[in-house]
Structures are given as structure tokens and as C-alpha cells.
């Protein structure tokens, strides 16, 4: 599990297919951060939790599968690609962002950069299947990177981005038509199906529903 904290921007250092699936070998910068990085660890690259398979100093190895390819944007990298890492969260730390599970759900597009004072808002077109999971002022990482809704439209979505995000993340090479890897908060989710599914009992999900489970 993760929280969309970014902690290090690192550079694909090589590529190399494996059958479906490919090895990819990635360059950090932040020893303060990967330095302890060992084999069968998690880390987040570009928001898709992978599995540490080889480490040394100043890069790692990991093995992504043919479905992790098929749902992300990780079959587009290449030698120079700058992606976005996370260590996975230990109970000890500060949850400063939201849960993130690395589990990704699709692939966005950038529709739309605007400034906005001194920071940006990012629209990110998306397959509208995923609308039930998506509330303005919720949480959506994108590229593992932990944001803020700011607005959502049917298959749109609006984030704002604050000048440090932007200039310690690979956000700050968004251009239109970039693609993003998404996912969408995990509450959210649930409540969906929930609310698809309907209570044990066959009803819908409704207040005094809420209140007889036990929620004020």
C-alpha cells in the first residue's frame, strides 16, 4: 500500500522483453529514500506497485507482467522515461496523501492544462465506466501521484496542481494527449459496488440504512 507521496523521480535506465512481460531497470537519485531498497520489496512506479527483483546501488529491477502491460502506461517506457517512486507506506508513517493501492484501474489523457495563479489544473479525459468512482473534492492519484478532484464531468476529470508537486514530480512534463496511469480511490469503490450490489437485505444503500449499520 501506498499514498501518493512521491518520494523520488527516477529515470528507466534499460528494457528488456520477457516473453508478455518485460524487465525494467530503473535509476533513482534519493539514496536517502532507496538505499535500503531489497529484493521481494514493493515500490510504486508511476503509481503501478511492482516487485523489487534485483537492486544495487542507485537503481532496481523489476518484473512487470503482460496484465500490468495491457492496463498501464509501463509497455510505453523506454531508456529516459522519468517516472514517479514510492517505497510502500509502513504503519509508522504519515499518511499525507490517501490510500493507494497501486492496483491500477486505466489509462487517462490529458485534455486540458491551464495556469491558475500560481498553480495548474489538469483535465484528464478517462473511459466514463469509471464516473461512479469519482467525486469532486475526492481523492485520484495519477501516476501515483496523490491529488485533489477538483471538478468532475462525465469521463473528465479536474485536478490542481501546486507549484511543489508540479516541479518534484514527472507531472511537470505533461503535455496534452500525455498519458497517465489512474486510480481511483478505494472508498469510493466500495460505496460503488455497494450501492450496485444493495444491502444484504436487497434494499439500496439510503441514510436510515447507514444509521441501522451503525453510522451517525
Known sequence: MFTGIVKDVGTVAGTVRQGGGVRLK????????FGDLAIDESVSINGACQTVV???????????????????TIGSFRAG???????AVRP????????????????????RIAEDGGSRKISVSFDSAFDPWIV???SIALDGVSLTVASVEPGLLTVAIIPFTFAHTTITGLGIGSELNLEFDILGKYVARQRAAGSPSGSRITESWLSGQGFA
Do not use: Q
Open 26 to 33: 530503473v535509476n533513482y537519485t534519493s539514496e536517502a529514500e
Open 54 to 72: 534485483a537492486a544495487g546501488p542507485g537503481w532496481f529491477e523489476v518484473d512487470t507482467v503482460a496484465e500490468t502491460l495491457r492496463k498501464t
Open 81 to 87: 522515461t522519468k517516472v514517479n517512486l514510492e517505497r
Open 92 to 111: 509508522i508513517d504519515r499518511l499525507g496523501g490517501h490510500f493507494v493501492l497501486g492496483h491500477v484501474d486505466g489509462v487517462g489523457r490529458v485534455a
Open 136 to 138: 469532486s473534492a475526492g
